[in-house]
């Protein structure tokens, strides 16, 4: 299918995408809200036209104030498609169903995703620190998370024409 | 040992000794990163460091004598080197191969590395690069075997027990003066 | 859980299980009604000779039957993602050479693709074939490791020195074209960094006969090799459906029917102009995925041979690129085809000489998040054959 077939057709069958985004390189964005995260994901796994069996990957981007913006990457095999599944959480106390009953694949990049973002699966069955040293406090990947030898020591080549 | 250790041999002894040891030099490999392939790299046929009488034997810590830590040390590993460091047995030598190991390298800002490897364990010869070439490791190997040469045994072994009293050792302060 | 029940031991991921969460494995659990078993929780790593670097595995088991597995990952996790978004697009360049460190070309290429595509540069053709040659010859490079560490893990020991004996050769190739041997930083933003060396071609084409004939060896010494088969053909097998659940791309997926190539069905550079098949396993077995990394390296030498006839004169840059990259604000996906599998970086651009955001797909996350499936039901001895057959490199993993 075409991007605007899909995004149609899921827009149809769900009533659930907030807004849709297609990129000027064709890629295709649907931005759904947390509550409607498993719903839109069921029907983008279960559906035979849409069928994206394959779980790519699965992470944030940290928005500032408007929160995080969680994003689900799935491709479909038989239909050659990729869709990027899009929700803002908001900084404190973000949660976001899980989506390990769909997708076994999920589980690690969910793990992955709390421990650097802070966001809560709700429902993931084994919620604990995957890449980082259990003693570890942080959330990494958070803006406000700074590097602290580039705090200590500033980078020699900084000094660089802009 | 006995009596190697503690008394400062005469030279054609010390000779012998440190030929012995420092031209069947067992190796440890600790090979974390990309510098690990380099590293296999030296030990296969081209450049083949067992021609200096290092044998890659994989046997376990606790049969070898040299630690090459070839790769970037993370927060999370350092413990289990630190771990096979104190299960292997004096005399033992380590070499930091390639930068990361040497001091963070390309990582330095990283939150999660160890910035040097010598921070865990002592070090004695460091080879720059990233990843160094495998004959900067051949050239490591012979600078501390040259350093091997010139060692006194009791010197070494000595500066050894110092740092497993002030460092902790393995389990705790360990009371060495009746050894 | 049938068959879970009388063991009284939890499962760490029940997402892990066949079946999914909720449903259970009969497993026969050994064990006489007289001779009462317990299990036994070992712990493999992460230092260990026998797994691609700093892996850990925690397993349980029964006698020498591994019941669950749960792999510790996070011994190489150094932060790429965090680092990336304090390093303007050239310095990625050279960060992101190392996270599959075997494969560092083809990683270049993904970052690179992505900026080019955000930024709409036209690369010139020269660049283009000339970043398809040298792409296939860093995937040699990689399935040549594969090749001999896979033999000796099962005890293989003399395919281990062929490989490194093809490596090296190769690796003086791209040593003559890009300085390094093993992080080439060749790409840039555009293009490449400056052009092949005279004589490049006419060695690689030598080359390119040389490594093709010296294939036949691998195939004696291990794909025809009886104690090989016996230890690979029927171990480890993973079905299509839940390769892609897990996300598993490359050679593990196409092992297992699936013949997802990126270089196929979306492609990049010059790979529409070059003729190769993308080969495809029956059974997803242990064989199967070594079978296929073997057929990948003859289909890349025959890339190569391709490009050689093809190369046209011309630029490798479009004219002059500024020494600050600023690429629009917009978000893009690009991703590769990578020997390990499919590596993509999901990089998000508010208009800075700098990423706000790079995501980093990597192959082997999603492979190695695979290996409790594989691992349920298998004997300890065929545990190294298995951790061995599902290709990752450790800094792949954690980034």
């Known amino acids: ?34 509550a409607n995260w498993h719903v839109v994901a069921e029907h983008l796994r279960r559906c035979p036209r849409c069928n994206f069996s394959m779980f790519n990957w699965l992470s944030a981007v940290d928005m500032e104030d408007d929160g995080f913006e969680v994003i689900a990457h799935l491709y ?15 900084r404190e106390g973000g949660s ?31 919620l604990v620190k995957l890449l980082l040293a259990e003693p570890f406090v942080g959330n990494p990947l958070r803006k406000e998370f700074v590097l602290m030898t580039r705090e200590a020591k500033e980078w020699p080549g900084a000094k660089e024409p802009e | 040992m006995g009596v190697v250790d503690k008394v400062n041999l005469p030279q054609p002894v010390k000779f012998v000794f440190n030929w012995g040891r420092k031209y069947s030099l067992w190796v440890m490999n600790f090979g974390l990163a990309c510098c690990a392939i380099e590293l296999i790299a030296a030990s296969t046929s081209r450049h083949d460091f067992m021609r200096l009488g290092v044998i890659p034997v994989a046997h376990g810590p606790r049969q070898a004598d ?23 047995p004096e005399p033992k030598y380590c070499i930091s191969f390639g930068s990361c190991s040497n001091c963070g390298g390309p990582f330095w800002d990283s939150y999660s590395v160890t910035k040097g490897v010598d921070q865990i364990v002592p070090v004695d010869v460091y080879v720059p690069g990233c990843p160094p070439r495998p004959e900067a490791l051949l050239e490591g190997i012979i600078r501390l075997q040259t350093q091997i040469a010139d060692e006194s045994l009791k010197e070494r072994f000595e500066r050894q027990r110092r740092e497993a009293i002030v460092v902790g050792g393995p389990v705790g302060p360990v009371d060495l003066s009746n050894r | 859980m049938a068959g879970r029940e009388g063991a009284g031991v939890a499962v760490s991921d029940p997402t892990m299980l066949p079946g999914g969460p909720g449903e259970g494995i009969a497993l026969d659990v050994a064990g006489s ?29 029964d006698g020498e039957l591994i019941i669950d597995a749960e792999p510790v990952i996070g011994y190489m996790h150094r932060g790429f993602e965090k680092m990336a978004e304090v390093r303007d697009y050239r310095q990625i360049i050279a960060l992101v050479n190392r996270h599959d460190w075997l494969s560092a070309f083809g990683n270049e290429l993904g970052v690179v693709l992505g900026v ?42 003399t395919p281990m020195f062929y490989a490194f004996r093809e490596r090296e050769e190769i690796q003086g190739l791209l040593e003559a074209a890009t300085g390094g041997r093993m992080h080439f930083t060749y790409n840039r933003i555009g293009g490449l960094k400056e052009d092949l060396p005279r004589g490049f071609l006419k060695e690689s084409s030598r080359l390119a006969k040389v490594v093709r004939h010296r294939l036949g060896d691998y195939e004696g010494l ?25 996300g598993c791309t490359g050679p593990i997926l196409q092992a297992a029917g699936v013949a997802e190539d990126s270089r196929k069905t979306e492609p990049y550079l010059k790979y529409s102009e070059v003729d190769f098949e993308v080969p495809v396993g029956e059974n997803g077995d242990s064989f199967d995925r070594f079978w296929v990394l073997y057929r990948r390296i003859e289909e890349s030498l025959k890339i190569v041979e391709q490009c050689h006839d093809k190369i046209p004169a011309g630029p490798i840059m479009p004219g002059k690129m500024p020494k600050n990259i600023k ?47 594989l691992l349920r039901g298998v004997l300890v001895p065929d545990l190294i054959s298995v951790l061995g057959s599902v290709f990752f490199v450790v800094g792949d993993v954690d980034r």
């Open chain 1, 1 to 34: 299918m075409s991007a605007k077939a899909l995004i149609d057709h899921v827009k149809e069958a769900t009533g659930a995408v907030e807004r849709e985004e297609v990129t000027p390189q064709g890629q295709v964005a649907l931005h759904v809200t947390p």
């Open chain 1, 76 to 90: 479909s095999a038989s239909s050659l498609q990729a869709v990027n599944l899009k929700t803002m959480v908001p």
């Open chain 1, 96 to 126: 976001v169903p899980t989506l390990t009953g769909l997708w076994r694949g999920a589980s690690f990049h969910e793990r992955e995703c709390w421990e650097m973002f802070g966001i809560d699966f709700a429902g993931h069955p084994h």
């Open chain 2, 66 to 88: 040299l630690l090459v830590v070839a790769g970037t040390l993370t927060d999370k590993m350092a413990p289990a080197l630190k771990r096979v460091w104190d299960q292997m």
């Open chain 3, 33 to 61: 009604s007289r001779f009462a078993t317990e299990e036994m929780i070992l712990n493999i790593g992460p230092q260990h000779p026998s797994t691609h670097g700093v892996l850990r595995m925690v397993i349980t088991l």
């Open chain 3, 116 to 157: 080019e595509a955000l930024m709409e540069i036209e690369v010139p053709e020269r660049a283009q074939w000339i970043r398809t040659l040298l792409a296939e010859w860093n995937r040699v490079l990689n399935h040549l490791m594969f090749m001999g560490s896979f033999g000796l893990e099962l005890g293989a020991m």
């Open chain 3, 222 to 246: 291990l794909l025809g090799n009886e104690i090989f088969k016996k230890r690979t053909v029927g171990i480890g097998k993973l079905p299509a459906a839940v390769a892609l659940e897990y």
């Open chain 3, 327 to 373: 690429p629009p604000e917009g978000w893009i996906y690009s991703r590769t085809e990578n020997s390990l599998g499919e590596t993509g970086y999901y990089i998000v651009s508010r208009g800075g000489k700098e990423p706000w955001r790079m995501k980093m797909r990597t192959p082997s996350f999603s492979n190695v998040s695979m290996i409790p499936y």
